[in-house]
Nanobody, 119 residues
Framework: QVQLVESGGGSVQPGGSLRLSCAAS????????MGWYRQAPGKQRELVAR???????NYADSVKGRFTISRDNVKNTVYLQMISLKPDDTAVYYC?????????????WGQGTQVTVSS
């Protein structure tokens, strides 16, 4: 059974930092691309950052220069380091794993972790 468990969310003042973690189990982690998505109230879920199985990264324009995604294939964990946080970053942050094994595509979601940026 695949599980993605996010942690590290919380409340922070504008300009602050947080580090999110997503621990994966039940899958061959190194074969999957990993992503962080977020959903603010009343808005659609959006991609924040993604890292491929080969380590290539891409980011939403709104977080470039402030967020960094990384992965540890030994610990089966993906991270999102967030600095210079803004109130607009307030959302539930979700971890996603997606990959193609053979001819089948798989994707899995975590349960989400709340990030609130407010003074």
């Amino acid at each position: 059974q695949v599980q993605l468990v996010e942690s590290g969310g919380g409340s922070v003042q504008p300009g602050g930092s947080l580090r999110l973690s997503c621990a994966a189990s039940g899958l061959i982690f190194r074969l999957y691309d990993m992503g962080w998505y977020r959903q603010a109230p009343g808005k659609q879920r959006e991609l924040v950052a993604r890292i491929t199985d080969g380590g290539n990264t891409n980011y939403a324009d709104s977080v470039k220069g402030r967020f960094t995604i990384s992965r540890d294939n030994v610990k089966n964990t993906v991270y999102l380091q967030m600095i210079s946080l803004k109130p607009d970053d307030t959302a539930v942050y979700y971890c996603k794993a997606d990959g193609v094994i053979g001819v089948l595509r798989y994707d899995y979601w975590g349960q989400g972790t709340q990030v609130t940026v407010s003074s």
